[in-house]
Nanobody, 124 residues
Framework: VQLQASGGGLVQAGGSLRLSCAASGRTFSSYTMGWFRQAPGKEREFVAAISWSGGSTVYADSVKGRFTISRDNAKNTVYLQMNSLKPEDTAVYYC??????????????????WGQGTLVTVSS
């Protein structure tokens, strides 16, 4: 599976962005999809994940209520809608795909394939 993330950019605090992650291959619908982010000088951290069917989602506490993850299996694409953005959301955002059990979907080791990252910058 190859992943291509897009949609990052510069936005003011309080604004919105929608990230997209397009996947190659015919087995996209069998993968759990996740979004992670890495700010300068910090570890890569979990943001959100969605199960293969889209029926289950999980979010980091820091983004709960502001971000929404969704997927369109017909388009082999996963999205991250980000609202009420804060300067602390500034990071490179990565999408990832994996097939491990749902109960570890927040962990980096759950994911076997990673996109190249897209930069989100939120100005104050």
């Amino acid at each position: 599976v190859q992943l291509q993330a897009s949609g990052g950019g510069l936005v003011q605090a309080g604004g919105s962005l929608r990230l997209s992650c397009a996947a190659s291959g015919r087995t996209f619908s069998s993968y759990t999809m996740g979004w992670f982010r890495q700010a300068p000088g910090k570890e890569r951290e979990f943001v959100a994940a969605i199960s293969w069917s889209g029926g289950s989602t999980v979010y980091a506490d820091s983004v709960k209520g502001r971000f929404t993850i969704s997927r369109d299996n017909a388009k082999n694409t996963v999205y991250l809608q980000m609202n009420s953005l804060k300067p602390e959301d500034t990071a490179v955002y990565y999408c990832a795909a994996g097939k491990k059990t749902w109960n570890v979907a927040t962990m980096r080791f759950s994911y076997d394939y990673w996109g190249q990252g897209t930069l989100v910058t939120v100005s104050s």
